[in-house]
């Protein structure tokens, strides 16, 4: 089992791929990922506008369908677009492939923007399905390897979140509270988690200074399949669980999912110690509490969940981003940097979600906690690009 890309095999092509859009289509985090953080700003920035008075409608749900099927989104696809080929050893994605993906990512954006929310979830389903098809195709037809068993909960949370978007398609759904959980459960968080636990149980490990998570013996493989199709089911379950109301055991039962097999997965030795590491680690922790405390709190779980949304998914994918562009351009030591700017960065995660988070137990400052976390993740944000600003573009044929 091997990753070329990630590993940083000295592989020469036959011709160089310099012409543009074939390199970005091999390579297509470059533009989803510069795209998703873009969209994150856009989401969060609803809400200052709205309590400035200067938007027209309640930001909830389109924030919500912005920072999930535009940000969240945008990561999932640039990555598995870039790895799964990648990890299937078969050919990347092509340009025409790459223009219909990002076209649809637009167009899902712009359309929840304008509040077009059915629209939106449609061209949502449309992204993920194609991103889905284009790599079943890859993996059933053009394969030399099997890809590593922690690609199935990547495919997992696709699933999860055409699930989830088509459910809430559907009039039925609004009337019905349980089915309206379980569709905003498998979207937001179906999508993400999944993939985090399966691609995070690969490439954490790396990013800690060990080697990729390849399994190295037949039954070292069985043994990784067998704990990747438990783990989904068991998160999938748990979705169930509380939307027929086992709120404390389903939210309970995902975090100890979630815990147990990132720990069987993961050798969790540092070999080597870096700002983005420790984030890491802090983002880690910050998810987990906020899968574990949000069914204690469940009146407030909106605002308790933030330490997941944020914490979690948003610090994950602006670290794990960042391995990725510090890979690809040829700079995969400057992911191990100690420095007070990568240590500020981190620190703006950590305080965002903390303080979209503190409503949960103080009501009172729920409007003005909103605009202090929007502020703040738009920070991060715009500083991570400006600061990755240069590996964005930089080519490394290596």
């Not at 905003?184 to 999508?191: A, F, V």
Request: aromatic content about 14%.
């Amino acid at each position: 089992m091997s990753f070329p890309a990630c590993k940083h095999k000295k592989l020469k092509p036959a011709r160089p791929c310099h012409d543009g859009l074939r390199w970005l289509a091999a390579e297509p985090y470059r533009v989803f990922f510069f795209s998703g953080a873009i969209w994150s700003i856009i989401g969060v920035t609803l809400w200052p506008l709205y309590y400035a008075q200067q938007l027209g409608f309640y930001p909830g749900f389109v924030h919500a369908r912005i920072m999930i099927e535009a940000f969240g989104a945008a990561f999932v696809v640039g990555f598995l677009g870039t790895a799964g080929p990648r990890m299937a050893t078969a050919p990347k994605l092509t340009p025409p492939e790459l223009l219909w993906l990002f076209a649809l990512h637009m167009a899902c954006g712009i359309s929840h923007l304008t509040l077009h929310m059915a629209w939106g979830d449609m061209f949502f389903i449309a992204l993920l399905g194609s991103l889905l098809l284009c790599l079943m195709i890859r993996v059933v037809k053009f394969r030399t390897e099997a890809p590593p068993p922690q690609l199935l909960l990547a495919f997992i949370g696709l699933i999860c979140g055409i699930t989830g978007a088509a459910l809430l398609l559907s009039p039925a759904t609004l009337l019905d509270p349980a089915r309206f959980r379980l569709a905003n459960l498998l979207l937001y968080q179906g999508l993400l988690l999944p993939p985090v636990l399966g691609i995070g149980s690969f490439v954490f490990p790396r990013m800690l200074g060990g080697d990729f998570g390849d399994p190295k013996t037949e039954a070292h493989l069985r043994t990784k399949l067998v704990r990747a199709l438990l783990t989904a089911g068991l998160l999938v379950s748990s979705f169930f669980l509380e939307a027929c109301g086992q709120i404390i055991a389903g939210y309970t039962l995902r975090a100890l999912v979630a815990a147990g097999y990132l720990f069987m997965e993961v050798r969790w030795k540092t070999e080597q110690s870096g700002s983005l590491t420790t984030g890491l680690l802090w983002s880690l922790i910050l998810g987990w509490l906020g899968l574990a405390l949000a069914g204690f709190f469940y009146a407030q779980h909106v605002s308790v969940e933030h330490l997941l949304y944020i914490g979690g998914f948003g610090m994950l994918m602006i670290i794990v981003g960042s391995r990725v562009l510090f890979g690809h351009s040829g700079d995969l030591d400057g992911f191990s940097v100690k420095s007070k700017w990568v240590r500020f960065l981190m620190f703006l995660g950590i305080l965002a979600a903390i303080t979209r988070a503190t409503p949960a137990w103080r009501p009172s400052t729920t409007v003005s906690h909103h605009i202090y976390a929007s502020l703040t993740w738009a920070l991060l944000a715009t500083l991570w690009l400006l600061w990755h600003r240069r590996r964005f573009v930089k080519r490394d044929d290596d």
